[in-house]
T-cell receptor
Framework: GQQVMQIPQYQHVQEGEDFTTYCNSSTTLSNIQWYKQRPGGHPVFLIQLVKSGEVKKQKRLTFQFGEAKKNSSLHITATQTTDVGTYFCAGSLTGNQFYFGTGTSLTVIP | DAGVIQSPRHEVTEMGQEVTLRCKPISGHNSLFWYRQTMMRGLELLIYFNNNVPIDDSGMPEDRFSAKMPNASFSTLKIQPSEPRDSAVYFC???????????FGPGTRLLVL
C-alpha cells in the first residue's frame, strides 16, 4: 500500500540553527501538503506543492517538491522557539485522499 | 468563521462502553475525514466522506468502529464496545473537494480504562 515516510523522527536543535525534514513516497504523488502540529494541538495546513521541482517559501520556511514527485523537504532557517512542533507531510495520489507521513518532531533549545 | 467543531473535547470511559464522537465540518466543505493519532501509529486516516457518502473506510480498525454522515453538517464516529487500545486523539477534518486543504478540528482525547 501507499506509504509516506519522514526522516528524521525527532530533531533537537539550538535556537538559530537550521532544520530540515524529508518526506519520501514509495509511489509518484500528484501533490503534497505540509502541516504543523504544536504540542497538544491539531495539525494546521502550511502549504501545498503540485509541480515537479516546485519550490515555495514562507518567511524562514522553504518547501521543495522533488523532480520525480516522490519526495519533498521542508527547511527552516534560523529556528526559533515558536517553530517547536511536529511537521507532517501528506501526499496525494488522486483526488483529495492524502496519506500522512510519520512526522518529524522538532525541539528548539533556547 | 467557525472552524471544524468536535465534541466532546475529552472523554473518559470504561472498557465495554459505547463512545460517540461528533463533528461539524466547516460550512460549504464537501469532504470530511476522521483520523486517529497515537504515539505508536502516528496520524491514521480512518474513513472519509465526499458529499456525505463514505468513500474509503479501509482505515477503520475493525467492526467495533462505525461512522456516519447523515447530512452535510454533521458526522459521528462510534466505537462499540470500546477497548483500552482505542485510547487516542481522534481528529475530524474537512475540505472543499477542489481546494483539498484539510482543516482539522481540535480533536477528542479519548481514554478507555
Amino acid at each position: 500500500g501507499q506509504q509516506v515516510m519522514q526522516i528524521p523522527q525527532y530533531q533537537h536543535v539550538q535556537e538559530g540553527e537550521d532544520f530540515t525534514t524529508y518526506c519520501n513516497s514509495s509511489t509518484t504523488l500528484s501533490n503534497i501538503q505540509w502541516y504543523k502540529q504544536r504540542p497538544g494541538g491539531h495539525p494546521v495546513f502550511l502549504i501545498q506543492l503540485v509541480k515537479s521541482g516546485e519550490v515555495k517559501k514562507q518567511k524562514r520556511l522553504t518547501f521543495q517538491f522533488g523532480e520525480a514527485k516522490k519526495n519533498s523537504s521542508l527547511h527552516i532557517t534560523a529556528t526559533q522557539t515558536t517553530d517547536v512542533g511536529t511537521y507532517f507531510c501528506a501526499g496525494s495520489l488522486t483526488g483529495n485522499q492524502f496519506y500522512f507521513g510519520t512526522g518529524t518532531s522538532l525541539t528548539v533549545i533556547p | 468563521d467557525a472552524g471544524v467543531i468536535q465534541s466532546p473535547r475529552h472523554e473518559v470511559t470504561e472498557m465495554g462502553q459505547e463512545v460517540t464522537l461528533r463533528c461539524k465540518p466547516i460550512s460549504g466543505h464537501n469532504s470530511l475525514f476522521w483520523y486517529r493519532q497515537t504515539m505508536m501509529r502516528g496520524l491514521e486516516l480512518l474513513i472519509y466522506f465526499n458529499n456525505n457518502v463514505p468513500i474509503d473506510d479501509s482505515g477503520m480498525p475493525e467492526d467495533r468502529f462505525s461512522a456516519k454522515m447523515p447530512n452535510a453538517s454533521f458526522s459521528t464516529l462510534k466505537i462499540q464496545p470500546s477497548e483500552p487500545r482505542d485510547s487516542a486523539v481522534y481528529f475530524c477534518a474537512s475540505s472543499r473537494l477542489a481546494e483539498e486543504t484539510q482543516y482539522f478540528g481540535p480533536g477528542t482525547r479519548l481514554l478507555v480504562l
